[in-house]
């Protein structure tokens, strides 16, 4: 099957489908919450969305549906004003994703709705895990709070990590260790955007890694 992306029976070509995933609970039901991209020519999908489970695998044979998503979907530069999802033949890396909606006009006033349909193949990976501190390396997990927000017009609670541990907070200049392994960066793979980092930096670990940010000030 090749992946396509229908607008008003406008075939728009898709070069790649991706799908991360983060364990969240909604109304007290343990889920994922999924944030699918594709991207072609022309043609740019995003869609947010939650589903009932514990692992990627969960989703095969889910249908969702999403109403009023605001940003949180979008097509071709459009808001997606509703949609149907259907995921099948899902493994832990891969998914089919068919998809039905119908996407808001340019002009606000306009109340014209487009057709959207698209069959996706999506890689599947969950959302990389920063659990080490960027000031001393050491592990976060026991400083981790449960956070609340809106995902596609879902309230989910997420776990969520701080960059640096409490003793660095204040004490750190730059990045100094991967977030994502720990290990140290190299003085020379640490590149500094702004004045003494102000607007960010980029940091590559000896692992592959990269660290692409801001320290919290
Ligand atoms: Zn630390
Ligand atoms: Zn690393």
Redesign the pocket.
């Known amino acids: 099957m090749s992946p396509w992306v229908r607008i008003d029976g406008d075939e728009l070509r898709v070069d790649a489908a991706r799908i991360v995933w983060s364990p969240a609970v909604c109304a007290s039901t343990d889920g994922i919450a999924f944030w699918l991209r594709a991207s072609g020519t022309r043609s740019v999908v995003h869609i947010a969305g939650w589903a009932p489970g514990n692992q990627a695998a969960d989703l095969d044979g889910v249908e969702v549906r999403i109403e009023n998503s605001g940003p949180d979907a979008g097509v071709d530069g459009r808001f997606l004003s509703s949609a149907l999802l259907r995921f099948g033949r899902v493994t832990s890396e891969r998914a089919v994703v068919s998809i039905d909606g119908e996407i808001e006009a340019l002009e606000p006033d306009d109340e014209t709705r487009a057709v959207f349909a698209a069959d996706l193949v999506c890689t599947i990976a969950p959302v990389a895990e920063r659990d080490h501190c960027i000031g001393c390396g050491g592990p976060l997990d026991r400083f981790s709070e449960t956070r609340d927000q809106f995902v596609a017009g879902f309230r989910i609670s997420q776990r969520v990590l701080p960059v640096l541990c409490p003793p660095c907070v204040g004490n750190v200049e730059a990045p100094r260790f991967?977030p994502?392994?720990g290990?140290a960066f190299d003085a020379d793979s640490i590149l500094t955007h702004g004045e003494e980092g102000r607007t960010g930096y980029n940091a590559r670990?000896p692992?592959g890694?990269v660290f692409s940010g801001a320290l919290p000030s």
Do not use: I, P, Q
């Open positions: 991967c994502t392994c290990s670990c692992h890694h």
